[in-house]
């Protein structure tokens, strides 16, 4: 069947006047982002609807791709006939659309809307008109009103009369953008990209921040983070990734804080930078993707410590979730895969054997004073870059004959 349209339903729009304005501009902002390789492609956010206008364009690939985005509740593929279409010509089309989706056995029902009250015949018109043809044409399929398998939505508009049977769940959750703007902390592993991605779904606009420690950590590990970032890019399109130079706060960290202290150190100079970063940028928290008593660093008295560095609010979408439910989302967004790629994290190289769970607050400022808190993070945010990554970019494959080289 050749569509000429996709018909794309608002998700949760219990709000209304400039929020509603907002949420539509957004999306449509959102899907255009994200279909942005499909050249023909037209997208037309209207104040009930968003329409994907194909021109020619296959429609499977481009529902594959809507089918992520936040803030869509429905879809469906569409047909559209001119306004002023004959009956003949709206009942062919009915029929065709039906033979796609009919098997013995299945069941259907026609139903009309109509708002161009121009058009000749009425809603009982359309429906019977349709509903006749198609028991006439194919004898094997029976009416019904109540659940049917095949339900045939037609709508006669001033701009046209729209068809359509399949009707696609969408993502739900609220465009990436409607619900003000964070940070997230980006590591190369399995958690962070789904704590990103739970973020997104109520709409936040996460810009990632991301730990690197040259030459402790090749620039695959970056590389591979952007990727993941990509991934991300599927729910609301562009996203801001800021790299963040980490080597000489962990080489300095290393030198002059007891082992013990180690983690709980580097971590509250994580979240220092990742919290100037974060009002720099006027955005309101930093996401991560902790999650209770996982590791040393996520006990709730290691949090304690940490968090104690700044009072920018500390998110964790993860907070009790079992690594099994984590790795089950990671899989369902397609970023599992990439983050067991085996490139060491900033973290892991500087972990010691044995942090402490429980680090005690005053022990940790007292061990902190060893080190140039300020002159520590002014020199690495001196060095922060930007980067926008776009639906598309890829980053592991396009820099493999560098990371060739280097091997
Ligand atoms: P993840 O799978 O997200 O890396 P994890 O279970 O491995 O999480 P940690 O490595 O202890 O846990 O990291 C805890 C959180 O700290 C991460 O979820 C992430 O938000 C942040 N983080 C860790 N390493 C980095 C990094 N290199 N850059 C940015 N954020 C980081
Ligand atoms: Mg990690």
Do not use: W
Request: with cysteine.
């Amino acid at each position: 069947m050749k569509y000429s349209e996709i018909m794309v339903r608002y998700g949760e729009l219990s709000t209304k006047g400039k929020n509603k304005r907002d949420f539509i501009r957004q999306l449509g902002k959102n899907v255009r982002d994200v279909l942005r390789s499909f050249e023909a492609v037209e997208v037309k956010a209207q104040r009930d609807r968003l329409h994907v206008i194909l021109n020619d364009q296959d429609a499977t690939p481009v529902m594959d791709a809507l089918g992520k985005v936040f803030g869509i509740e429905t879809f469906s593929p569409v047909v559209k006939l001119p306004s002023d279409a004959p009956l003949e010509e709206v009942q062919k089309t009915a029929l065709e659309m039906i033979k796609e989706q009919f098997t013995p056995g299945k069941t259907f029902k026609i139903s009309t809307k109509r708002q161009n009250k121009d058009y000749p015949l009425n809603t009982y018109g359309v429906d019977n008109g349709i509903g006749g043809y198609i028991l006439d044409n194919l004898p094997e399929i029976d009416v019904k009103m109540k659940n049917p398998d095949i339900e045939l939505r037609v709508e006669v508009r001033l701009s046209g009369i729209y068809l359509s049977s399949e009707t696609i769940q969408g993502a739900l959750g609220l465009p990436v953008g409607t619900g003000g703007r964070a940070t997230m902390m980006l590591s190369g592993g399995i958690d962070s990209p789904v704590a990103a991605y739970l973020a997104m779904k109520r709409g936040v606009k996460v810009d990632m921040i991301h730990f690197y420690s040259p030459p402790y950590t090749s620039p695959q590990a970056l590389a591979k983070a952007k990727d993941l970032a990509e991934k991300l890019t599927a729910f609301g399109g562009t996203i801001d990734f800021i790299e963040v130079p980490f080597t000489k706060v962990q080489e300095d960290v290393k030198e002059k804080v007891p082992e013990g202290y180690l983690m709980t150190i580097q971590r509250r100079m994580m979240l220092r930078l990742a919290a100037a970063i974060t009002l720099d940028r006027s955005c309101n928290g930093v996401f991560t993707g902790e999650s209770l008593g996982q590791v040393a660093s996520q006990t709730i008295e290691s949090m304690r410590v940490i968090n104690e560095v700044t009072s920018v609010p500390v998110l964790r979408p993860l907070l009790s979730f079992d690594k099994t439910e984590i790795i089950k989302i990671a899989r369902d967004i397609d970023t599992y895969d990439l983050s067991i790629m085996p490139f060491e994290d900033c973290c892991t190289i500087f972990t010691p054997p044995s942090p402490k769970t429980k680090p005690d607050l005053e022990k940790t400022i007292k061990f902190e004073k060893r080190i140039d808190v300020d002159a520590l993070m002014e020199e690495s945010l001196a060095d922060v870059k930007v980067t926008k990554i776009r639906v598309g970019d890829d980053y592991l494959n396009a820099e493999k004959d560098v990371f060739a080289e280097l091997l």
